[in-house]
């Protein structure tokens, strides 16, 4: 048997690292890819800007209001700040997740949502119960900091920061990048992104393409990683990177180039030649990983 | 024309139209629930989304279209999620946890419900029993700025002024949304803290009854017991008990932390966090009622019998409510979920 040495290559390590397997009840591996801790750290902090941006535009309607009913809306105000601070930074976080998508606005824009481990259904209790955690997660370490000074020794304040450090850098800790609210609400956040279908890159847009003819052999130089490279090349269609690559192939597959080809008409023929050529043995069950996969 | 020259371009120019139908709904869903969807829709919902399934497979084994798998991907599991996930809106939801879920989530949490009373009535004794003896014992169980001057060392008709002072004023919804959010960030807390094993949750309910067990040990010695109880239960009888089912809630997810039983740590301390989460949805109910029972009846009811009636009305409805036996549920609407 042929040593098969684990080649950095051929593993991606980055995105497969958060990769988990969800199978449907139909059978099928939806791959679902878990999201990065930088990234749930962004939604969080766009979250809190909502919620604070909303609070300070809520006090300067008040303000505006008072004005016209001379100086009684000073409880209003206080309201909105002593029961506004509490029940806006919760029940935004719960409406949200309650809705069909599952995320807060925050978690939206990053291409994030909540979902139960293991693939069941997201109920309410487990969106209350990884929301209600977060007073302990974020909101003591907060009031830790900000009341925190004269009357508390260094012992006992390096103690509370040390707590609270834990419960904040938790989700570095775990394969799975939970917090604290995920272990108990039996949740994770997921990436749900919405990719667009673009063009087939297969088929042909001009006609008159059939000059380029592949031999068998220089169509055996690459496999799939290198046809995904391409695709991606000519998806952007840039035309320094499209020189660059076209010459880095006519050499390796010893093409002798027509003067009047251009770089990209004769990556767009090599990319349908080589897909049709891997699709086809695909078929009969062999995967040409990349172009080291010989066999 | 574009030629079609490849099988697997064949494949997809023969499924985008699903595809892109399966993803129009899908938009519609999300952006709204699931009766943005015709009837007709909801149950091609099913058929697009199994259909969207099987190309994936279909073109995981043969197609080298990095964009057309990534695809897929997306729009099957955006579908997964609205075919198996929860389809009930935000009222329905919130309609289910008042009939039903809340009460169960009480009735489950029975033994560590009792538990946490019994250490909140320890903590009143042993408060009572020390004051008592020693009066300066009160400034180690109440900080000073809830004191608000009821110390040892004021006089009966001070103590007498504090129960029935008219006080805040046209402050009241302030002064009862202040109480509410401070009380409700220590039930938070007390339910967040159970974390830890439980044990801090405990601390909370001893150290919660220390400081009723001092001031009525205060009121008692100056003959104000029978006021001071009517001041404390009009808006106490909802206030403990939220607390104590806080505690409890926290004491739930401790012990299945510690003593998982053969379930993994990870997926008891899941199952019982749903059920304590639960648990705190209401309490946090409760502490919104007795917030405005503290901030607002209670300044405009001097009336020390009235007071007690309304305790024990409160009483009497939290029991019922929460440990009244009640009909099952149906098959069909258990299924429901």
Request: with cysteine; net charge positive.
């Amino acid at each position: 048997m042929a040593k098969a040495p684990a080649s950095p290559r051929a593993l991606p390590a980055g995105p497969v690292a958060r990769e988990r397997e969800l199978v449907t009840p139909e059978g099928v591996d939806l791959k679902i890819k878990l999201a990065e801790a930088s990234e749930r750290a962004a939604a969080f902090l766009l979250d809190a800007a909502i919620i604070v941006g909303g609070m300070t535009a809520l006090t300067i309607l008040i303000f505006i209001l008072m004005i016209g009913t001379k100086g009684r809306g000073a409880e209003p105000i206080a309201v909105v700040w002593l029961l506004g601070g509490f029940v806006a930074r919760n029940l935004y976080f719960i409406l949200f997740e309650l809705t069909p998508r599952a995320a807060t606005p925050g978690k939206r824009m990053l291409g994030l949502r909540v979902a139960a481990r293991g693939g069941g259904r997201l109920t309410a209790d487990a969106i209350f119960g990884r929301n209600a955690m977060r007073e302990l997660e974020v909101f003591l370490p907060l009031s830790f900091l900000v009341a925190n000074g004269r009357d508390v020794d260094a012992i006992l304040s390096l103690l509370g920061v040390i707590w609270c450090a834990i419960f904040v850098f938790f989700p570095l800790f775990n394969r799975d990048r939970l917090r604290v609210g995920d272990v108990v609400a039996g949740t994770w956040v997921v990436k749900a992104p919405r990719p667009r279908l673009l063009r087939d890159m297969a088929i042909r847009q001009e006609p008159d393409a059939e000059r380029f003819a592949f031999s068998t052999a220089q169509l055996d130089a690459y496999g799939v990683k290198e046809l995904h490279v391409l695709e991606d090349v000519l998806r952007r269609y840039d035309p320094v990177m499209l020189a660059a690559v076209a010459g880095r192939i006519r050499t390796k597959i010893g093409w002798a180039p027509n003067p009047t080809e251009g770089d990209g008409d004769f990556l767009d023929a090599y990319y349908r030649a080589l897909r049709g050529r891997l699709e086809g043995r695909l078929l009969f069950g062999r995967r040409r990983r990349d172009k080291h996969d010989v066999g | 024309m574009a030629e079609l020259r490849l099988k697997s371009s064949r494949f997809r120019a023969e499924r985008e139209a699903d595809w892109f139908r399966l993803e129009a709904m899908l938009a519609r869903v999300e952006k709204r629930s699931a009766s943005a969807l015709t009837d007709d829709e909801l149950i091609a919902m099913p058929v697009l989304y199994r259909s969207a399934l099987s190309s994936l497979s279909v073109a995981r084994a043969t197609s080298l279209d990095q964009n057309l798998i990534d695809y897929l991907e997306g729009l099957s599991t955006r579908a997964y999620f609205f075919v198996y996930g929860t389809r009930t809106t935000v009222l329905q939801r919130v309609g289910r946890f008042f009939a039903r879920d809340w009460p169960e989530a009480a009735q489950a949490c029975w033994r560590e419900t009792l538990i946490c009373w019994a250490l909140m009535l320890i903590g009143v004794a042993t408060a009572y029993v020390l004051v008592q003896q020693n009066p300066a014992w009160f400034n180690a169980f109440v900080p000073g700025g809830l004191a608000q001057g009821r110390g040892p060392e004021a006089s009966a008709a001070a103590l007498r002024a504090t129960l029935f002072d008219k006080g805040h004023g046209h402050w009241l919804s302030a002064f009862a949304a202040f109480l509410f959010s401070h009380n409700a960030q220590v039930a938070l807390f007390a339910f967040a803290l159970g974390f830890a094993f439980g044990i801090p949750s405990a601390l909370l309910e001893i150290m919660n009854g220390c400081g009723l067990g001092a001031f009525l040990a205060i009121f008692i010695s100056h003959g104000l017991g029978v006021d001071a109880g009517g001041w404390l239960l009009i808006h106490g009888v909802t206030e403990l008990t939220a607390t104590v089912l806080a505690g409890a809630a926290g004491m739930r997810i401790g012990w299945s932390l510690a003593f998982p039983g053969e379930r993994t740590r990870l997926d008891a301390a899941a199952a019982e966090g749903r059920k304590a989460a639960t648990l705190m949805a209401g309490v946090l109910v409760m502490l919104l009622c007795a917030g405005m029972l503290e901030g607002i009846g209670r300044q405009m009811i001097q009336v020390t019998w009235i007071r007690y009636t309304i305790a024990a009305a409160t009483g009497v409805i939290w029991t019922v409510y929460l440990y009244a036996p009640r009909r099952r549920p149906s098959v069909m609407e258990a299924a429901r979920g």
